[in-house]
């Protein structure tokens, strides 16, 4: 048994280690891709409008998971943060775009999104069928919060 003093400047804070780790970073980035997919979707979907915050939403979220698990200042965490924002609001929108084709054929969500699993060139059609300039505008402020987020504070 150790009958040594504790310092009372001691942490037990599993976070203390300030080491950079990508890999906790990729999923926490990944989770969070997909938590805001989902609101990013359901928001759309019961509002029947695309609200522009909500891109910057999705990055941020990404990238403040990215920030605090990943711990990391170098550029690879930027661009998955971007990246997985991009990915996020794309998923989002096929939440959306899936929420109401459900709705539309009087099926279940999941028949939908196994359809668009088995005709991924159908899905992609989709996507192009539906696209509008402000989506771009939407991605590029998603990708400039997922990437502006996921550094590391010094």
Same mark, same amino acid.
């Given at each position: ?8 400047t001691?942490?037990? /804070? ?10 906790l970073?990729l ?13 990013w ?10 609200i ?8 941020f979220?990404v ?6 698990f990943g ?7 930027g661009i998955?943060?971007?990246a ?7 998923l ?8 109401v084709?459900?709705?539309m ?9 196994l359809?668009?699993?088995? /005709?991924?060139?159908?899905?992609? /059609? ?8 402000? /989506?771009l505008?939407?991605?590029?402020l998603?990708?400039y ?5 996921s550094?590391?504070?010094?």
């Amino acid at each position: 048994m150790n009958n040594q003093p504790v310092s009372p400047t001691a942490s037990t /804070d599993p976070f203390e280690n300030k080491s950079p780790n990508l890999l906790l970073g990729l999923i926490a980035g990944g989770v969070a891709m997909l938590v805001g997919a989902v609101i990013w979707g359901a928001v759309t979907y019961f509002t029947k409008y695309q609200i522009g915050w909500m891109s910057i939403g999705v990055g941020f979220l990404v990238g403040i998971a990215i920030q605090k698990f990943g711990r990391g200042n170098s550029i690879l965490f930027g661009i998955m943060g971007a990246a997985l924002a991009l990915i996020g609001c794309l998923l989002g929108n096929l939440f959306f775009y899936g929420g109401v084709i459900a709705e539309m054929r009087g099926v279940t969500l999941f028949n939908v999104f196994l359809s668009m699993i088995l /005709d991924p060139v159908g899905t992609v /059609d989709l996507f192009f069928a539906a696209f509008e300039f402000m /989506d771009l505008v939407f991605y590029a402020l998603a990708i400039y919060a997922g990437f502006r987020y996921s550094f590391a504070s010094k």
